[in-house]
């Protein structure tokens, strides 16, 4: 079969705004089990570092994958505003197609203010009010990744599963975003069910599963995960590396040891890294290098996708990798 894509890329996008305060302006006890970031109330705060990027869990997937090689198309609603257009010419320089994104002229776009302190981000993070738009006719391709959406989201997914029966040979990705993580499981639970592959943090995990303290016990937990429906699990945390498991084998990917300079995207950017590589047909255990590596460029960096990797580094990076011990272990 000729196929057009490789990939659909399915969820929001933002525009994210970093700011850096200056750290003389804040107070936060950093020793503390309960960390806050204190500004004085009705002062004007000085900003010593400010970056615009392009953001959203689709967004950041679409570039990431694109950047690696896949022929990916994204499907997503954006405002007719000011803002939904500058994602629009982002985009067009990432080469990302975007035969299937629609603009809704009255609606507005997604946007996030996120602090840098610390090491740490916080994120202020507005989902601009949308009735999702599921496009007439999507390609046949070998596999979707959805992700997350706004409040809305439940009638774009019941569209997407009706298409998905209609389509019984796409492999779905699932990155649930925490609208999805916050409803009831039973409206994601047909989405799961027809699930290959589920990319989630520990936290994430966690809560689809209703486990705790799983510290030590990531097998219990990855092994919850896949009898939701998954046929393959991952699970990213942070300093700790991923974990995974195929059906079989129950694996562990550590970290590479690079400065973070900010972790925003960090997860998508493993998700991307390591789809990217599952697409192009390498072993489970490679494409979990792939996702460690292209993590761990990107946190070097301002927001999600200016350190995502292209093929030409990826294979630096894998190097780099290899000569630091990081590996694929069975656990």
């Known amino acids: 079969m000729n196929q057009k894509f490789d990939l659909l890329t399915i969820g929001d996008v933002s525009m994210d705004v970093f ?3 200056e750290e003389t302006e804040t107070l936060c ?11 004085s109330y009705g002062d004007k705060i000085p900003v010593r570092n400010l970056e615009f990027c392009l953001g959203g869990n689709a967004a950041n997937n679409a570039v990431g994958t694109t950047r690696l090689g896949i022929k990916t198309a994204l499907v997503a609603t954006l405002g007719g505003d000011l803002i939904g257009n500058q994602v629009v010419e982002i985009l067009d320089r990432e080469k990302v197609d975007q035969t299937y994104v629609i603009q ?4 507005g776009t997604n946007y996030s ?4 302190y610390g090491g740490e981000r916080t994120i202020f993070s507005y989902h601009a009010p ?10 046949d391709v070998a596999w979707v990744y959805l992700t997350s959406m706004g409040e809305t989201f439940t009638p774009f997914y019941n569209h997407f599963l009706n298409w998905l029966v209609k389509h019984p040979n796409v492999k779905l990705a699932f990155n649930p975003g925490s609208r999805q993580l916050r409803v009831d499981i039973s409206v994601i639970k ?3 069910e027809r699930c290959e592959l589920i990319y989630v943090n520990r936290e994430e995990a966690q809560k689809l599963t209703s486990l705790i303290d799983t510290y030590g016990d990531e097998k219990s937990l990855l092994l919850a995960l896949t009898k939701l429906g998954p046929r393959t699990a991952v699970i990213t945390d942070g300093l700790n590396g991923a974990f995974a498991f195929d059906g079989l084998k129950y694996l ?14 960090a997860g998508d950017a493993f998700g991307s890294g390591c789809l990217s590589a599952i697409i192009k047909g390498k072993s489970f255990s490679e494409s979990l290098l792939w996702g460690a590596v292209n993590s761990a460029s990107v946190i070097g960096y301002v927001g999600a996708q200016k350190g995502l990797l292209n093929e030409r580094d990826m294979i630096t990076w894998l190097e780099r990798a290899k000569s630091s011990g990081v590996e694929v272990v069975e656990i």
């Open 252 to 265: 562990k990917v550590g970290v590479l040891p690079v400065e973070s300079y900010e972790r925003t995207g």
């Open 29 to 39: 006890q950093l020793n503390s089990k309960e960390c806050l970031i204190c500004f």
């Open 190 to 192: 047909p989405v799961l």
């Open 130 to 139: 949308r009735s999702y738009e599921f496009p007439v006719a999507l390609p």
């Open 104 to 107: 809704q002229p009255t609606a």
């Open 19 to 21: 700011m850096l305060p």
């Open 113 to 116: 203010t996120i602090i840098n």
